[in-house]
């Protein structure tokens, strides 16, 4: 690959081909890779500045010579996304285009999706509720099961649920079991004043957590 020839100290005059070797480094003649290497902990190690209003500063091209890569102007940072053409502004902290990307990686939401817009507290809980009269098996995204008679409600499997679980019984005493593990805690019986493991007396509610083995009060 080309590089720069040192002139030799007390050369004068410069022969025309030590300029333009210069010339044909920085209009891309010569191919030569250009480096600049300072140690000053105080200015930058390149600066550059457009003094016209647009303030283009930069821009640098893809192979093809017409596919923008990165830009700054007065506009704002446009990157490319995975080599594609960088058209968009970045906005705050987002490393991408303004436009809605797509999720990358695996991940799990609930059985509504995701929407546009911001989120917000209340839609973080929509669909995160089921009233009941009969027996039910606790299904994904649930949280709060309210149960109007006296019914069993079964929890997912301990090893494989995050989420607490509460449970409330309105009316009629409810029986707490699990699909996976143990329950643990529940009402307090008024007569001995001894936990009911699995029992929720009408009134009461009871949050249940797993421990990655059991569910337990809390």
Known sequence: MPAFTDIATGKT???????QQVIDALTGRRNTPLATIVNDPLSYALSLRNSDAASRGLVIFASDGSTVLLSVDATGVRLSKAGAAATVPLIGS?????????????????????????????SLYANSWVTTGVSY?????????????GVTVTLPVASGT??????????????VIAA??????????????????????????????????NWRAI
Do not use: W
Request: glycine share 18%; charged share 10%.
């Open 180 to 213: 996976g593990g143990s329950v643990i805690g529940g009402s307090i019986n008024t007569s001995t004043g001894a936990v009911m493991n699995g029992t929720i007396s009408p009134g009461d509610a009871l949050t249940y957590k797993s421990d990655s083995t």
């Open 137 to 149: 098996v606790v299904a994904a995204g649930i949280q709060f099961v309210f149960c109007t008679l």
């Open 94 to 122: 987002d490393v991408g285009s303004a436009a809605g990307q797509v999720a990358g990686g695996d991940h799990v939401h609930g059985t509504s999706g995701y929407s546009g817009g911001s989120v917000s507290l209340e």
């Open 162 to 175: 995050n989420r607490p679980i509460l449970v409330s019984a309105i009316a009629g005493t409810t029986t």
């Open 13 to 19: 005059p410069a022969a025309a081909q030590d300029i």
